[in-house]
């Protein structure tokens, strides 16, 4: 909303015809005492004098002002002064500076002026301190800043080695303004001659949201790095980036993307720079919030996986220590989560989510999974995460590494050379072999299907 004073108009008299007539204007304060006033207001008054101007509004009247005084784009007047208060977090006027710069951002009617000038002036600068207040303000309005989320994702790429404040801040912000960008909008159209604009309610645009979704992938790889993540947690992330990828698939599927779009509002608000450096994982309400959503398959399914990403080892330990109720609860629902992936395939494009994650539990947390319901694919996923990160086979559970999918999985590295394969193959069949349980494993090639060394 542009801030526009309300016209007086002074008739000339009874006696004349009223086809014309003056326009009182608005008397204007000096800079520094507009300023001064409005650094003392309450916020609820200044979204009055924005909504509802009046002229004997002293809050409206300084707004008026500065405009006023921006007509000489002289920006840097007035926002470095800001600056300097909302830099400061123990200053008496820095909520209130962020609110008076928040206006200018969003409602003066120089608005478009000054988002060019804290691009080119503040955000593309070398500066840091510019850059952190650029942060700071942008934060505010992230539902309405879309057009910066390139420049945001630049300075997260400069800042992002660490959690520091300026990458955190600009990922936070980049997530929160997803949450609107991914949403396909209204189709509009306007009838030639006619200021009039026709919404098509059975169509809709979709322009600009897989290039947000590549946005948002940038973000994530930059935020994944701030913590020590464990093995399962780590398989989430990359989960994470498995359900984008379908989700820029799905893009036009209107269905579909209704539930894609529940789904990223919910995860999108837990993923947020102070949930991933906390040493600990997410509240317990927040895991039982995210884990109870069972209304659709790929909704449970993203949940699942942003709790997982941030469980910070606690579903490895919930095998080995002595569990609260409210522990036990959540490790519950974990395990119904797992079994759900296991048993319900979901929709394409998202048909082999799920399986790196579910490996991964059964090499570290098999405590978590019904071992009984693995499908032959994710056998061979475990077999083969198991060698590359040189878990011995003896630390799966035998109904894995005595599998048929698991002996595949070991010939298959036997023809290509891998000795350690060829060892454990041997060590596999050994065990098998000598143990009077194990009821007619048949090691023939046309069971196996591969030949060995040909």
């Not at 604009?197 to 790095?225: A, F, P, R």
């Amino acid at each position: 909303m542009n801030f526009e004073p309300p016209e007086i108009v002074i008739p000339h008299g009874h006696d004349e015809v009223p086809n014309e007539a003056l326009i009182e204007p608005w008397e204007t304060m000096p800079l520094g005492k507009a300023v001064h006033t409005l650094l003392h207001v309450k916020e609820e008054a200044l979204h009055q004098a924005v909504v509802k101007p009046t002229r004997d509004s002293p809050i409206a009247r300084a707004l008026y002002s500065i405009d006023n005084y921006l007509d000489s784009l002289r920006f840097a007047d007035v926002y470095d002064a800001l600056k300097d208060q909302f830099l400061k977090p123990k200053s008496a006027q820095a909520a209130a500076a962020l609110r008076l710069a928040r206006y200018l951002l969003l409602n003066s009617r120089h608005q478009q002026s000054f988002h060019h000038f804290l691009k080119t002036q503040e955000l593309q600068s070398d500066d840091k301190r510019r850059h952190l207040a650029a942060v700071l303000l942008l934060e505010q309005a992230a539902d309405s800043v879309a057009e910066f989320v390139p420049d945001l994702i630049q300075l997260a790429k400069q800042y992002g080695d660490k959690p520091v404040l300026i990458a955190c801040l600009a990922c936070d912000t980049v997530l929160a303004c997803s949450r609107k960008a991914l949403k396909p909008k209204p189709s509009t159209k306007q009838e030639k001659n006619s200021a009039i604009q026709i919404i098509e309610e059975s169509d809709e645009n979709w322009d600009g949201i897989d290039v947000t979704w590549g946005y948002v992938q940038s973000v994530l790889s930059i935020m994944k790095k701030w913590y020590p993540f464990d093995p399962i947690a780590l398989s989430a992330w990359n989960e994470l980036d498995t359900f984008i990828t379908g989700a820029r698939k799905a893009i036009g599927d209107s269905e579909l993307y209704l539930q894609i779009n529940k789904g990223w509002d919910s995860a999108s608000a837990v993923i947020t720079s102070k949930n991933i450096v906390s040493k600990k994982p997410l509240s317990s309400k927040k895991q039982m919030a995210c884990l109870q959503q069972t209304d659709d398959p790929v909704l449970r399914y993203l949940s699942f996986i942003v709790v997982g990403a941030l469980q910070k080892s606690q579903w490895l330990n919930s095998g080995k220590e002595l569990l609260s109720l409210e522990e036990n609860d959540i490790k519950e629902h974990v395990c119904a989560c797992f079994d759900a992936l296991m048993t319900q395939q979901l929709p394409a494009p998202f048909d082999t989510c799920g399986e790196t994650i579910v490996a991964q539990a059964v090499l570290y947390a098999p405590h978590l999974v019904s071992l009984e319901r693995l499908s032959g694919r994710i056998i061979e996923i475990v077999v083969q995460a198991a060698l590359q990160e040189n878990i011995p086979l003896d630390k799966l559970p035998r109904s894995v590494q005595w599998s048929k999918e698991s002996l595949h999985v070991l010939l298959s590295r036997v023809n290509s050379l891998d000795e350690r394969a060829g060892d454990t193959l041997i060590g596999v069949v050994g065990d098998v072999e000598a143990d009077p349980s194990v009821d007619g494993v048949d090691f023939s090639r046309s069971s196996i299907g591969y030949g060995v060394c040909q």
